[in-house]
């Protein structure tokens, strides 16, 4: 063997390994962006189940889980857990006062999904002007500077707060699923999403629940707020991204159940990641729209999803 084609070998060699470990970590990464977008469409297709129309709004609710966990730890000085709990609640009430004050009023007058959908939008303009003018439109980091704790996986690296980051998410799934199919509050969900005015006949207080649900799905996007705030920073608009990519994961995944949504979550995240991969990352938000038109065109009932769901 020459030394010409001995060096050539290694460089074959080398170029593969590299290759390995690029794409072991595009996988972990993968896992990471799957783990927030699956909550999230799981809270996006909680909210509507019960209303039957796309919350915009809802978006918003992640960036006022941020912010308030920021506020709470910045200029109180509050411990974290404390200021996660903050951010949770701040989030689930904020969702649960605008169906209160906006869409149940809407409800009650006979409303429209398009119309409800325009409102929601108004709603999130106006959350995200106010946090704007409070906390300013930069970004904000919300976890402390300096040197980042990561471990390694084989010749990969993910962080610490990616790593809880990804326990986090799948322990709310867990718990999500065991709500809604263990507890007798999540079969009254199930019941409501399923058809209202039977709920309503058999003496289920409809209205109440439906509090619940929106309380409940603005939580669970007010913790994706924190968590990707913690990872990256928040600004006002960080909402709206992270329920677009919700959206279209709960579409995906099937939006007539929370297990589809989740999936979906998984589904577009490896798919964009290993697009960008394999394209360049100009493509990653072009290959998510394109999975949700080939999704809409050729299965729109989801992964998971039933024609009659």
Not at 41 to 55: D, K, W
Not at 68 to 96: D, E, I, K
Not at 199 to 207: D, F, H, S
Request: with cysteine; net charge positive.
């Amino acid at each position: 063997m020459t030394f010409y084609s001995f060096s050539g070998m290694l460089q074959c060699l080398c170029k593969r390994d590299k290759g390995m470990e690029l794409f072991l970590q595009i996988l972990i990464n993968s896992v990471i962006v799957a783990s927030i977008y699956g909550v999230m469409a799981m809270s996006f297709t909680l909210a509507y189940r019960g209303t039957r129309f796309f919350n915009m709004a809802h978006g918003a609710m992640g960036a006022v889980g941020g912010y308030m966990f920021f506020f709470l730890h910045q200029n109180l000085s509050w411990p974290f857990l404390a200021c996660v709990f903050g951010g949770v609640v701040a989030a689930g009430l904020t969702g649960l006062l605008t169906d209160r004050l906006v869409f149940m009023p809407q409800r009650k007058r006979g409303a429209s999904g398009a119309v409800l959908l325009v409102v929601s939008l108004g709603i999130l303009a106006v959350i995200e002007a106010v946090i704007a003018m409070i906390f300013s439109s930069s970004f904000q980091p919300l976890a402390p500077m300096g040197e980042i704790t990561s471990y390694q996986i084989g010749p990969a690296r993910i962080s610490e707060i990616q790593t809880w980051m990804v326990m986090t998410n799948l322990l709310v799934f867990a718990g999500m699923l065991f709500l809604l199919y263990e507890t007798k509050f999540g079969r009254l969900l199930r019941a409501i999403s399923d058809d209202q005015e039977v709920a309503r006949i058999l003496g289920i207080r409809t209205n109440l629940l439906i509090g619940w649900m929106f309380f409940i799905s603005a939580a669970l996007a007010g913790l994706m707020g924190i968590l990707v705030g913690l990872d990256t920073g928040v600004e006002p608009t960080m909402g709206f991204y992270l329920l677009l990519k919700g959206v279209i994961a709960a579409i995906i995944g099937g939006i007539s159940g929370v297990p589809g949504a989740f999936v979906g979550g998984f589904f577009l995240a490896f798919s964009e990641n290993l697009g960008v991969w394999a394209l360049g990352g100009a493509w990653r938000d072009a290959i998510a729209f394109i999975l949700l038109l080939g999704f809409l065109l050729f299965r729109p009932q989801g992964i998971l999803g039933s024609r009659e769901g």
